[in-house]
Structure formats: structure tokens, C-alpha cells
């Protein structure tokens, strides 16, 4: 055999099995869905729009509700009232 002939089966060889690790990868999205989450951000990307990544929000019979979230080193924590009231808090350990 040719070097030529060679080193260009050698790449072929190498591109398929790169594509196939490639199809392998994109199968394996997260949810499923081919959702994709930004970095640090709380939402994920599917089908083109936005959506609410899932959390751990906890609501009571009358509508108050807590939910917490982990940005980074830290943990936000949400809460609102069944009065209205609002309260965002930050812990970073």
C-alpha cells in the first residue's frame, strides 16, 4: 500500500469515529429534550425558548411559598407570604 493510501484511510477512520462519538454525545442531551442550560443561569433553553429550570419550590395551602437555589458558591433563598410580602436571602458558605 501507498503512504498516501494510508494516511487517508487513517483519517477516515478517525473523522468516523469522531461523527459517531459526536451522535453518541448529542443523544445523551439533558432531559432528553435537547435542552440546554446556560451556565450559572436558572433557566434552560429547549426548542428555542426559554424555560424555568425545575426547583425545589415548596407552596403551602394558602399560596405562601419557598423555594431555594444554588448560584455558584451560594444558595438563594425565595420566600413569599401569603400576605404578598417578598423575601430573597443569600447564604455563602
Request: aromatic fraction near 4%; glycine fraction near 14%; charged fraction near 20%.
Amino acid at each position: 500500500m501507498s503512504i498516501l493510501f494510508r494516511t487517508s484511510l487513517a483519517a477516515g477512520l478517525a473523522l468516523a469515529g469522531l461523527g459517531l462519538a459526536a451522535e453518541t454525545a448529542g443523544a445523551q442531551a439533558p432531559g432528553g429534550q435537547g435542552c440546554v442550560s446556560p451556565p450559572g443561569m436558572n433557566y434552560m433553553i429547549c426548542n428555542g425558548q426559554r424555560v424555568p429550570k425545575p426547583g425545589n419550590r415548596v407552596v403551602q395551602a394558602d399560596g405562601s411559598w419557598r423555594e431555594e437555589s444554588r448560584q455558584g458558591h451560594c444558595i438563594v433563598i425565595r420566600e413569599k407570604t401569603a400576605s404578598g410580602e417578598f423575601k430573597e436571602s443569600r447564604r455563602c458558605d
